[in-house]
């Protein structure tokens, strides 16, 4: 079951990638993301990762991809990409740059693969040592993530106000 | 269970999909959901790695890299709602405010920006 399971859920991952690269319409695009994220959930969960797939699914699918929605309904950004195109020279590039960068990732792969045998110790699985790990050994990086969260808020506040005089 | 090596494939191949959509489109949201896309790629690799090596340290990195990937798209989202304010326009392919645009602002008069579009 669990080859079957994955080659499903990669296929369905690659093809809404895929999807969000090639559709023209944004909205479109963000909907594929949305079923990309869930597939990477997914396979989260395959992993024994629970905690990262509950957490990619509300975090990303549900507050991220709600901000991107939130956005392209604001801008509306409906006829896209017509006109001269002033980066041509980029887009032709851009597959064989692709192709040339995803067969060196494989091959890196495929060296790791054809390396030395996976250790074969019981993976940690569940929330308790995620949960564990974050409030001992990467305690300090937990706090900084709120600091860095509240910037963000902050920031974020300054850029959308609307200047005044 | 299939081998973790297929992981870092599909992780591989996402993130190239990623590459390309960065190159390929010229709207900075579909740029910005493509970055996402790389992000993804990386955190499966992560988990990936984490499981072969049977520690949960490789989730605790995933779950950093999702708290800033947070911060970064609610301050990404804003910058472009700010360009798209003082252009009225997303697709130049430059981001550069030109010339013509930030002259009519002041001409305008310094206050309102030049777009009723606003959050």
């Known amino acids: 079951m669990g080859p079957v399971a994955f080659v499903l859920i990669a296929g369905v991952a690659v093809g809404s990638a895929l999807g969000l690269v090639f559709k023209r319409n944004p909205i479109h695009g963000a909907l594929f993301l949305v079923v990309n994220l869930g597939s990477v959930a997914a396979l989260y969960l395959t992993l024994g990762a629970q905690f990262l797939a509950a957490a990619q699914v509300i975090v990303y699918a549900g507050a991220i991809m709600v901000l991107f929605v939130f956005a392209i309904m604001v801008l509306i950004p409906g006829k896209e990409e017509t006109g001269p195109d002033p980066r041509r020279a980029y887009r032709v590039l851009a597959l064989p740059v692709g192709a040339v960068l995803l067969a060196l990732l494989v091959a890196v792969v495929a060296a790791g693969a054809r390396g030395r045998a996976p250790a074969a110790t019981a993976a940690p699985d569940g929330v308790e040592a995620i949960a564990r790990l974050l409030f001992t050994d990467y305690l300090f990086p937990f706090e900084l993530t709120s600091v860095l969260l509240l910037a963000a808020m902050v920031g974020v506040i300054l850029l959308s106000r609307r200047r005044e005089g | ?119």
């Open chain 2, 1 to 119: 269970m299939a081998p973790e090596s297929w992981y870092l494939a599909l992780s591989a191949v996402l993130f190239c999909i990623g590459v390309v959509g960065v190159i390929v489109r010229r709207n900075p949201l579909v740029i910005f959901m493509s970055i996402e896309v790389m992000l993804n790629a990386a955190n499966l690799a992560f988990v990936a790695f984490g499981h072969r090596l049977g520690t949960a340290d490789g989730q605790a990195v995933v779950f950093f890299v999702m708290a800033v990937a947070a911060a970064e798209v609610a301050v990404g989202l804003a910058i472009i709602v700010a360009i798209f304010r003082l252009r009225r326009r997303l697709f130049g392919g430059r981001f550069e405010p030109d010339a013509l645009v930030v002259r009519a602002a002041a001409r305008r008069g310094a206050g309102a920006p030049p777009c009723e579009a606003s959050i």
